[in-house]
């Protein structure tokens, strides 16, 4: 399973952002989907998760701000992100748990997209 994130960018503070993370390969079924994200110097850490029913979690210093959803027809993943703040600066990576189709039938997947940078300017 593959993953292509977009959306990334320059923002001013108090802007929005959209993400998308689309999901591709021989995909059998997706289940959690998430945004997760890495400021310079810090840990990875979590922004946000949905499940395959649309249950969702997010880190609590982000509720009220950012949105997750998606659209399982198009195996995408996306993060609403409004009133930007500086330190929301990062770069994001989309987070697949699903299962596909391997060389050796089905099999499990945690696969993680290649980042997109999130700037936010004071």
């Known amino acids: 399973v593959q993953l292509q994130a977009s959306g990334g960018g320059l923002v001013q503070a108090g802007g929005s952002l959209r993400l998308s993370c689309v999901a591709s390969g021989r995909i059998n079924a997706i289940n959690r989907m998430g945004w997760y994200r890495q400021a310079p110097g810090k840990q990875r850490e979590l922004v946000a998760t949905?499940?395959?029913?649309?249950?969702?979690n997010y880190a609590d210093s982000l509720k009220g701000r950012f949105t997750i959803s998606r659209d399982n027809a198009e195996n995408t993943v996306y993060l609403q992100m409004n009133s930007l703040k500086p330190e929301d600066t990062a770069v994001y990576y989309c987070?697949?748990?699903?299962?596909?189709?391997?060389?050796?039938?089905?099999?499990?997947?945690?696969?993680w997209g290649q980042g997109t940078l999130v700037t936010v300017s004071s």
């Open positions: 949905i499940s395959s029913s649309g249950n969702t």
């Open positions: 987070n697949v748990e699903a299962t596909g189709w391997g060389n050796w039938g089905l099999q499990s997947y945690d696969s």
